[in-house]
């Protein structure tokens, strides 16, 4: 009589360019672990049933790519490089989930092609150079030329009905590309296993975690990118409550021009308050990092970009005051750093806050939480 066999057999898919990737994207490291453990004791973070990064560093060494790219562990990770200093062999772990996370967001982003050229440090330029061209074009359209002299009022530049219709088109694409690339993401997730809890009840919790910024303050050691993390987080919130204060101001209540000492102004200027120091903070720390960061493209793009639009806006209105007509050169480099913080949301490190929401939202719904 024969017995039956309880081992499942499961076909994996192996993909051999797969290090080569994660080592483009800062997980230099990974062949070099050893599989000790070190790494997920040291985890603040990981949950003692399954931990992490033991297991993905072995599935990257494995060129498991779609099971990495299914796995939402990688999200629970909020990059303390705890477990990098406490490798014995130097692997960076740490990196090697960063690299990942960075993967997910090309793999599932639409459309892929654009996402998969913005990876690349090579095409850069060549994203840069569509709002300057954008620019042109409209300045040719329209007539359009720099004003010289007088009181400074960006409108005489760009009108506001150019500049909301522009904003509305790039915003709309950028928000429905990013839901639809979160969309399969979750979508992924969910087929592995059924959540216990009510999806919207698990974003409910989620959103809480995320605004206290929970998780985050788990990774004791390294406190500064804690702090980093919050100015940049809420700055950013203030700032683009500014611009909705704006289009208000302009649209409900008739102002003609952005004044010295309106709401707008006044919000703009506390989001920038908040919002450099964290900045600065972030790039000091990267810098002088014990763990040495190798290719992080990745995160240097949100970091620059953020700082770049953040003293143009600044610099533009101090040239504005003082009637300066360069503010209105200074204007037309703040727009082209705003198109591309926008209109690449979806493929650069801004879109880590809206799948590492939905990976969250996931795991709280299948009762998997970090072990705080
Ligand atoms: S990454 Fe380092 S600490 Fe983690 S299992 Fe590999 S060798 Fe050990
Ligand atoms: S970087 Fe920090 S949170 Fe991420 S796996 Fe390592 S120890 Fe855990």
């Known amino acids: 009589?024969?017995?039956?066999?309880?081992?499942?057999?499961q076909r994996i898919e192996v993909d051999l360019n797969f290090v080569n990737e994660v080592t483009?994207?800062?997980?230099?490291?990974?062949?070099?672990?050893?599989?000790?453990?070190?790494?997920?004791?040291?985890?603040?973070?990981?949950?003692?049933?399954?931990?992490?990064?033991?297991k993905e560093m072995l599935w990257t060494q494995w060129g498991l790519k779609d099971k990495l790219m299914a796995d939402p562990d990688i999200w629970m990770c909020h990059n303390c490089e705890d477990c990098s200093k406490e490798c014995p062999r130097n692997a960076k772990p740490g990196s090697v989930l960063g690299a990942l996370r960075s993967m997910v967001i090309e793999t599932y982003s639409w459309p892929r092609a654009i996402s998969r050229a913005f990876s690349k440090k090579a095409f850069l330029a060549l994203f840069a150079l569509v709002p300057v061209v954008l620019m042109i074009v409209f300045f040719l359209a329209t007539g359009i030329r720099v004003p010289n002299g007088g009181p400074i009022y960006f409108s005489s530049l760009v009108p506001y009905n150019y500049l909301d219709t522009a904003g509305i088109i790039v915003g709309a694409y950028a928000i429905l590309a990013l839901l639809y690339g979160c969309f399969r993401y979750y979508r992924t997730l969910s087929k592995q296993k059924k959540g216990k809890m009510?999806?919207?009840?698990?974003?409910?919790?989620?959103?809480?975690?995320?605004?206290?910024?929970?998780w985050f303050s788990?990774?004791?050691?390294?406190?500064?990118?804690?702090?980093?993390?919050?100015?940049?987080?809420?700055g950013f919130c203030v700032l683009l409550l500014a611009t909705f204060t704006g289009a208000l101001e302009i649209h409900v209540f008739g102002f003609s021009h952005a004044l010295l000492g309106e709401p707008q102004n006044i919000i703009g200027n506390i989001g920038t308050v908040l919002i450099l120091p964290g900045l600065l903070i972030a790039i000091i720390n990267r810098t002088t990092s014990k763990v040495p960061k190798e290719d992080t493209y990745f995160d240097w793009f949100f970091l620059i970009l953020l700082l770049l639009i953040v003293c143009t806006g600044f610099v533009m209105e101090l040239l504005r005051l003082d009637g300066i007509s360069l503010a209105y050169w200074t204007y037309m480099i703040h727009l082209i750093l705003v198109f591309m913080l926008v209109a690449y949301f979806p493929y650069s490190k801004f879109a880590h806050l809206a799948y590492r929401f939905f990976a969250l939202t996931y795991l709280t719904s299948i009762g998997r939480r970090p072990a705080v």
């Open 24 to 54: 483009r994207r800062g997980g230099g490291d990974v062949k070099k672990c050893m599989q000790c453990s070190e790494c997920s004791v040291v985890c603040p973070l990981s949950p003692s049933e399954s931990p992490f990064p033991r």
């Open 198 to 214: 009510n999806a919207v009840i698990a974003a409910i919790l989620t959103l809480k975690d995320v605004i206290l910024h929970t």
């Open 218 to 234: 788990v990774c004791g050691s390294n406190r500064n990118r804690y702090y980093a993390h919050i100015l940049i987080f809420y």
């Open 1 to 9: 009589m024969s017995t039956s066999n309880p081992v499942s057999r």
